[in-house]
């Protein structure tokens, strides 16, 4: 079974504290591929990143890094140096590999609130 | 932004009665997706589609039909809306199945109520 698990249901921190948000996964496939989508008070979903499951190189995008390890199944997002306009709730998801229609079936975590206060 | 929008961006409806909503695209992707989104629950998809008239079930397609009779837009149908099914709508596109070197784009939602 595909399963996403961010065990964090809500973070506070204040701002300019650093912030991880935990993500791990479980899928019997051998290719997958692994997502992080903000949704901030407004209410739409914005992409932040893809990982393929043969590239375990983590990434860097301003303030946001990623830490692929497939060896414990994890995806984790951190944000340095957070900003008030960080708060949002943020899901991690996995699209199974293969063929077919379960390729494009997103399985979502239940996300994580984070508040940074100022 | 990709372009996509829902309408209703809001309804309140009563049990029983059928409601429908749409998702319109300007991306010509042709794979297009409805998701729900419920507290504790993330967000579970219930139909997509791989082109016009092309669709198939999700994991939570009980209750709903669905139904693409032009590339830019994707319908979703409760035919007798239950309290069960109050919750935020979102339409996805992307432009291929397999999500190896694409990403589904999410439309605005639609926030329905069934009292």
């Known amino acids: 079974a595909q399963k996403v698990t961010q065990a964090q249901t809500e973070i506070s921190v204040v701002e300019k504290e650093d912030v991880t948000l935990d993500c791990v996964y479980e899928t019997r496939d051998t290719t997958y591929y692994l997502f992080w989508y903000k949704q901030p008070p407004s209410g739409e979903l914005v992409f932040l990143i893809r990982?393929?499951?043969?590239?375990?190189q983590n990434e860097i995008s301003g303030r946001y890094s990623w830490n692929f390890q497939k060896s414990t199944s994890s995806f984790n997002f951190t944000i340095t140096a957070s900003q008030v306009v960080d708060s949002a709730v943020y899901f991690c998801?996995?699209?199974?590999?293969?063929?077919?229609?379960?390729?494009?079936?997103?399985?979502f975590g239940k996300g994580t609130k984070l508040s940074v206060k100022p | 932004d990709a372009g996509i929008t829902q309408s209703p961006r809001h309804k309140v409806t009563e049990t029983g009665t059928p409601v429908t909503l749409r998702c319109h695209q300007t991306?010509?992707?042709?794979?297009m997706y409805w998701y729900r989104q419920d507290p504790g629950h993330g967000l579970r998809l219930i139909h997509y589609s791989y082109g016009v008239k092309d669709t198939d079930k999700g994991e939570v397609s009980d209750g709903y039909s669905v139904s693409r009779s032009k590339t830019e837009d994707f319908l979703l149908t409760l035919e007798s809306a239950t309290s069960s099914q109050t919750s935020v709508y979102f339409c996805?596109?992307?432009?291929?199945?397999?999500?190896?070197?694409?990403?589904?784009?999410f439309g605005p939602g639609t926030r329905l109520t069934v009292l």
């Open positions: 996805a596109i992307s432009e291929s199945i397999s999500l190896a070197y694409n990403e589904q784009f």
């Open positions: 990982r393929n499951s043969f590239d375990e």
């Open positions: 998801a996995l699209s199974p590999g293969g063929y077919g229609g379960s390729q494009g079936n997103l399985i």
């Open positions: 991306e010509n992707h042709r794979y």
